[in-house]
């Protein structure tokens, strides 16, 4: 009789850092798009290594800048809901390898690997927490606090991962339109925590963990209340 053949155990970092028929892994160059507001939502992507921004065009033409995504995390899974277009640009910030995931693998995977989904749904549920953040401090806070977010956000200062203060250059417009203020504001509140010794420009920016108490403290002379 012939031997049932043995299936190897679903492995979900192979299946996010190997391409595979419905899978191809792809190099970016800095400032290249990965995909294009308007062009159709057919894939989920995985970061291996890099950096991304997402960024939105108004109707007006107006360009805002409303996440940053790095190594380890998902992006453009809108296409799982049904999204037929992109809603946003992204475009790496960095040189970055990536994962691209077709949406009938991507649901196929999810339906019959339960540790693959049970990870996924981790990640959507973090992403989802991160946004209601987002929209508080957005709502409530002054836009030198929501820089300083920003900043120790990008630097995995305070979350369970490892801390990494040296971060991509990242320019000053694209802080401004992260935290809805000008190119102008940010270069002065950059400065100020530069001379109280939070953050440090050594060709990349480094950030300590000591500018948490930018946003954790409450103090009118030492940070001003800006909106």
Known sequence: MAKAKKTRPFNADVFL????GNRTVEKYRKNQKVFSQGEPADSVFFIQDGEVKVSVVSEQGEDAVVALHSKGEFFGEGCLTGQPLRLATVTAMTECVITRVE??????????????????MSYLLARNA???????DQLFNSSEKRLARVLLLMANIGKPAKPEPL???????????MIGTTRAR??????????????????????????????LHDNPRLWG???
């Open 103 to 120: 949406k009938a693998a991507m649901v196929r995977t999810l339906r019959d690997e339960p540790k693959f989904s049970e990870l996924f």
């Open 167 to 177: 971060l991509a250059k990242i320019s000053q417009e694209t802080l401004a339109d």
């Open 225 to 227: 209340q800006e909106e």
């Open 186 to 215: 940010v270069s002065t509140f950059m400065n100020k925590f530069r001379k109280l010794g939070f953050i440090e420009y050594n060709g990349n920016l480094e950030v300590h963990s000591s500018l948490l108490n930018v946003v």
């Open 17 to 20: 850092h190997t391409g595979d």
């Open 130 to 136: 991160r946004v209601e953040e987002d929209l508080v």
